[in-house]
């Protein structure tokens, strides 16, 4: 009779120590996600007060998350999102306005960016940072252009020129004119045009004519005629 009740008792004792243990682990896990909602939330209300300061990292990403939302509208703002991955003066302030979007929004931007844009979008987002000197440079000092600055221009410009609305096909002239705005002289654009060709066998004029067709040409060669010739 005692040797029945000690292995019940030794019985009843190893199912509550199982019992405990697995309380512990409930308890232990749910600390952690308690304690990882505390710091996220935490780090996200701090980048939040950032974002107030004009030009942060923090700024950007939100500015960029707007673009994404619309207003709440159908689709993301693309000229928005344009504007301000053009204003981000470098690749170093880029790394920073993606890290302030994960802390923002607990999700990766180029995720984000992929899922929100066409491909063609995307790609011509992309050049648009490929181009971004490393970081800035010091004040009055003049950045000389490279293959690479025409060699993202020409690719922005096949993007827009293969943009889609659907199952037709497109051009994004905003996109076009965004390039046109930051080609500096007229001979920076005959260089894009030269690279166009190496890219994509094919002359930059012939195709501007051929996706222009309501007299867009005119309006975006003026852009570049009003520029200085070098």
């Known amino acids: 009779m005692r040797a029945f009740v000690n292995n019940e008792t030794e019985e009843f004792s190893l199912k509550e120590k199982l019992l405990y243990a697995g309380g512990s682990v409930v308890v232990a896990v749910g600390a952690f996600l308690l304690g990882r909602k505390i710091v996220r939330s935490a780090v996200s209300n701090a980048q939040e007060k950032r974002s107030f300061d004009e030009n942060s990292p923090a700024t950007y990403a939100k500015r960029i998350k707007m673009a994404f939302d619309n207003d709440g509208w159908f689709g993301t703002n693309t000229p928005e999102l344009r504007k301000n991955l053009i204003e981000i003066p470098s690749k170093k302030a880029m790394n920073q306005v993606s890290a302030a979007y994960q802390k923002l929004y607990h999700s990766p931007l180029y995720k984000d960016m992929a899922n929100e844009l066409q491909s063609t979008e995307y790609n011509e987002m992309l050049a648009i940072v490929s181009a971004k000197p490393d970081r800035i440079e010091k004040k009055g000092t003049i ?78 060669m003026k852009i570049i005629t009003s520029k200085p010739q070098k």
């Open 143 to 220: 950045s000389k252009l490279t293959d690479k600055n025409y060699e993202e221009w020409a690719k922005r410009l096949k993007a827009a020129f293969d943009k889609s609305y659907g199952p037709l096909p497109g051009t994004d002239e905003n996109a076009i004119v965004a390039v046109f705005n930051e080609i500096p002289t007229q001979a920076d654009f005959v260089q894009v045009g030269l690279h166009y060709n190496a890219l994509y066998s094919a002359n930059l004029i012939d195709i501007l004519k051929g996706e222009s067709d309501f007299g867009e040409y005119d309006i975006w």
